[in-house]
């Protein structure tokens, strides 16, 4: 049973048109992450939601935003993608904040920008 | 946060055993150590945690030694599908589950 679900599996989208990834959990987690990947490359944190505590990694370009409406759902808002965003972008959640508890992660959204 | 550092990539055949290491030498003293395993077009999944010593499960093996400044996935037997990149991580305790993922080990089992 999935319980991290990423939709879609793939985006294409336009350069510099505004794109939505989303993320739904049947976990009750209180943490959701997002990782962008790159070709090739480990995961990349770039935010993670602490219930509706919002928390920014220092270098994620203001062009990525995040919403997380209810427990079970997150979304990841591209404003102008460029063709540098164009990664796996990975959800993911964990119990709590604790380093001994495991993320589980989705599938992921492959965004491709033409 | 500790810095991971595993060789990059690593071969084995179908039915080995096959030792990943990795290096943490500034782990701090609540830190747990993970490991992930990637498949293509995947997102990672969680393998084995552990704090000292040994951990087993179902999949894997952990060795960590006493000072804690590295550790040893064992994964017993291999088959094709093991194929994959393994990721060691070390997360701070105590706040937020913050991640930084090393470049992993890509691991090819051949036939």
């Known amino acids: 049973d999935a319980m991290v679900i990423q939709n879609p599996r793939y985006q294409v989208t336009q350069f510099g048109k505004p794109v939505t990834l989303s993320c739904s959990q049947t976990l009750n987690h209180n943490v959701m992450y997002w990782y962008q990947q790159k070709s090739s490359q480990a995961p990349k944190l770039l935010f993670h939601?602490?219930?509706?505590?919002?928390?920014n990694e220092a270098d994620t370009p203001d062009n990525f935003q995040s919403r997380r409406p209810n427990t079970s759902f997150c979304f990841l808002d591209i404003r102008s993608p460029g063709l540098g965003d164009a990664a796996m972008y990975l959800c993911?959640?964990?119990?709590?904040?604790?380093?001994?508890?495991?993320?589980?992660f989705g599938d992921g959204t492959r965004l491709s920008i033409l | 946060l500790a810095k991971t550092t595993q060789p990059i990539s690593m071969d084995s055949y179908e039915g080995q055993e096959v030792n990943i290491t990795c290096s943490h030498n500034?782990?701090?003293?609540?830190?747990?150590i993970t490991w992930y395993q990637q498949f293509p077009s995947q997102g990672p999944r969680f393998i084995i945690q552990g704090y000292k010593t040994k951990v087993t499960n179902e999949v894997a093996s952990l060795f960590i030694p006493a000072d804690r400044k590295s550790s040893t996935l064992s994964l017993p037997r291999v088959s094709l599908s093991d194929t994959a990149v393994y990721y060691c991580?070390?997360?701070?305790?105590?706040?937020?589950?913050?991640?930084?993922f090393g470049a992993g080990t890509r691991l090819a089992v051949h036939p």
């Open positions: 939601y602490y219930d509706k505590d919002f928390n």
């Open positions: 500034n782990i701090a003293t609540n830190d747990y």
């Open positions: 991580l070390v997360g701070v305790y105590g706040g937020y589950n913050k991640l930084i």
């Open positions: 993911a959640t964990s119990r709590q904040g604790d380093s001994n508890q495991p993320q589980h």
